[in-house]
């Protein structure tokens, strides 16, 4: 197993352009989340899934979009990215009541 | 709401030292606790969990004892290395849910 997977590792944006971050899961997980980590705060929560088809905001949901087409894959959009967007992007996912497994992140700059 | 917390960082120590690592909880019912470790450039990785009450957990020589009286789950290590350097962070899951709180998390350097 793979376990959770990310897309790209790294990437540089100006403002105002707009990408996707990807990331897929081959463990079955019905819920998938995405987190952002900034320099000496602990994890924010963007956007979550708990099944294919079905999304909700977190506790920081502005300027992302989510679509949850098929249990692997939760890909995070950035609409039109800002310098406030610099940050480095975690996806996890688990079963219920288990332990969250994490992909390896994407660091993100924005200009 | 469900909420954790833990101590304040950073945390210094000397090669060998103990640690003790503060968390304490609030949550309805009978979460499953957790301490993560994320180490320098990586995805945080699950160090160890207890599901109930009593329930110690442990690995790689650390432990944490789930403590309803007390609403915590402090982690400990009885003699750490330079290799344990690490941002620790300690979460709650409820019972039968998925959405994980985290704590702030406590950044740990360890010195030879």
């Known amino acids: 197993n793979a376990g959770v997977t990310q897309t790209p590792k790294f990437q540089v944006l100006k403002t105002g352009q707009s990408m996707t971050l990807q990331c897929a899961q081959d463990?079955?997980?019905?819920?998938m989340s995405w987190y952002r980590q900034d320099p000496g705060m602990g994890l924010r929560l963007i956007h979550y899934s708990v099944g294919a088809g079905i999304t909700d905001q977190g506790e920081v949901p502005n300027g992302y979009n989510v679509s949850r087409s098929t249990t692997e894959d939760f890909p995070l959009r950035l609409l039109s990215a800002a310098p406030s967007q610099t940050s480095v992007y975690f996806c996890?996912?688990?079963?219920?009541?288990?332990?969250?497994?994490f992909g390896p992140g994407t660091r993100l700059t924005v200009t | 709401g469900n909420s954790v917390t833990q101590m304040e960082g950073p945390v210094t120590l000397s090669e060998e030292a103990f640690l003790t690592i503060n968390c304490t909880y609030t949550?309805?019912?009978?979460?499953?606790l957790f301490w993560y470790v994320q180490y320098p450039g990586e995805g945080l990785q699950l160090l160890l969990k207890?599901?109930?009450?009593?329930d110690k957990g442990s690995n790689k020589g650390f432990e944490a004892t789930y403590r309803k009286e007390t609403t915590s789950f402090h982690l400990e290590k009885g003699s750490v290395q330079v290799s344990d350097s690490a941002v620790y962070f300690c979460?709650?899951?409820?019972?039968?849910?998925?959405?994980?709180?985290f704590g702030a998390g406590t950044r740990l350097f360890v010195k030879a």
């Open positions: 207890a599901t109930k009450a009593d």
């Open positions: 463990m079955n997980h019905e819920y």
């Open positions: 949550a309805t019912g009978y979460p499953s």
């Open positions: 996890a996912s688990t079963s219920t009541g288990a332990e969250q497994y």
């Open positions: 979460a709650l899951t409820n019972t039968g849910g998925f959405k994980t709180i």
